[in-house]
T-cell receptor, first 114, second 110 residues
């Protein structure tokens, strides 16, 4: 078990461009979450999946954001027409839906919009 | 939504000292987790503890759900304990959607 993997680790993009991030969860975990963290703050919930179903989306997730989890395995988070305010660390986590809901986080993707 | 407050916001300790971090939350929860974010940004799950007491080495945690608070104890602190400690909670039907506190930044010095 290699933990939760995120790719890329860093992304610098120009304002207005589209970006896509990938997350590979722990294989036994059926739940997958995306969070966003800005400097000095705790992570903020964006969305989560149970298997391939997207069960909840935060109001933080504007129409420019979309997430998918085809076949209930890896997930992608796409941001269209990036804005400077999108600059943040994007964190992915996974968990089981069993008695222990403990999250395992990936190392994150740091996005800088210039 | 639920409010999560952590105290103290900042803490400086000498190596070997003990500390207690507190997390207060504004509603009944069915999921509470403590995380350590190291200086490189990696979030490590320390405890899943919606109620009761757990221990793992030099760390232990207690959650008193009826009084809406949780405590994280760090004993014999080491420089590797430095970083930010977050408490995160979830309520009701959104048991998987964690709301994080603002964290306690810990610095352990030699």
């Amino acid at each position: 078990d290699t933990g939760v993997s995120q790719d890329p680790r860093h992304k610098i993009t120009k304002r207005g461009q589209n970006v896509t991030f990938r997350c590979d969860p722990i294989s036994e975990h059926n739940r997958l979450y995306w969070y966003r963290q800005t400097l000095g703050q705790g992570p903020e919930f964006l969305t989560y999946f149970q298997n391939e179903a997207q069960l909840e989306k935060s109001r933080l997730l504007s129409d420019r954001f979309s997430a998918e989890r085809p076949k209930g395995s890896f997930s992608t988070l796409e941001i269209q027409r990036t804005e400077q305010g999108d600059s943040a660390m994007y964190l992915c986590a996974s968990s089981s839906s069993g008695p222990n809901y403990g999250y395992t986080f990936g190392s994150g993707t740091r996005l800088t919009v210039v | 939504g639920i409010q999560v407050e952590q105290s103290p916001p900042d803490l400086i300790l000498q190596e070997g000292a003990n500390s207690t971090l507190r997390c207060n939350f504004s509603d009944s929860v069915n999921n509470l987790q403590w995380f350590h974010q190291n200086p490189w940004g990696q979030l490590i799950n320390l405890f899943y503890i919606p109620s009761g007491t757990k221990q793992n080495g030099r760390l232990s945690a207690t959650t008193v759900a009826t009084e809406r608070y949780s405590l994280l104890y760090i004993s014999s602190s080491q420089t590797t304990d430095s970083g930010v400690y977050f408490c995160a909670v979830a309520v009701g039907g959104t048991a998987s959607k964690l709301t994080f506190g603002t964290g306690t930044r810990l610095q352990v010095t030699l």
